[in-house]
């Protein structure tokens, strides 16, 4: 049971939980290739493509700049960012998803009730969700972000770390 490597805080309209296990560089289940998943399995609206764009680690001059192509994919209102290194391996920096095109790993999905996120979210400790749920690792360099409105999840957003 995922409840017993998690912590949780709850403020007014969100919770926090810290859960490594909850979290994933591949959130979407996309594999290694996920711009060749995109483009050969979704409509693409927008691609902009951006080279080196990383210049530091948060001002750490010591760490090399990342060498690479960053690409931002707008599919039917979902939007992800996806930065392909000099090696060649592809790395999910951030996603909005907002329909149901796209489903997380764990199956959680946009129009879902909080019931049934409750169900798939597995942890005693948490009863019910308010507006906002945020999931991060112990470092707080990935996590998921959901949203809802009134009972329905209306948003997945995911952000994540490069390094």
């Known amino acids: 049971e995922a409840s017993s490597l998690s912590t949780s805080l709850k403020t ?46 948060e001002g750490d001059t010591t760490q090399v700049p990342l060498a690479g192509i960053y690409y931002k994919i707008n599919c039917n209102g979902n939007t992800f960012s996806v930065y392909k290194r000099s090696d ?11 329909n149901t095109d796209f489903r997380l790993l764990n199956e959680f999905y946009i129009g879902m009730s909080k019931s049934e996120f409750l169900g798939k979210l597995n942890m005693k400790t948490v009863t019910s969700i308010p507006g906002h749920l945020l999931i991060t690792d112990e470092d707080n360099n990935d996590r998921l972000h959901f949203q809802f409105k009134e009972d329905r999840l209306i948003k997945i957003s995911y952000d994540g770390y490069l390094d």
């Open 12 to 57: 007014s309209d969100s919770l926090i939980i810290r859960n490594e296990e909850m979290i994933s560089n591949d959130p979407f289940g996309l594999g290694d290739s996920i711009l060749t998943y995109l483009s050969y399995n979704k409509d693409i609206d927008t691609l902009e493509v951006f080279e080196n764009p990383v210049e530091d680690h």
């Open 88 to 98: 060649g391996a592809e790395l999910f920096d951030f996603a909005d998803v907002i």
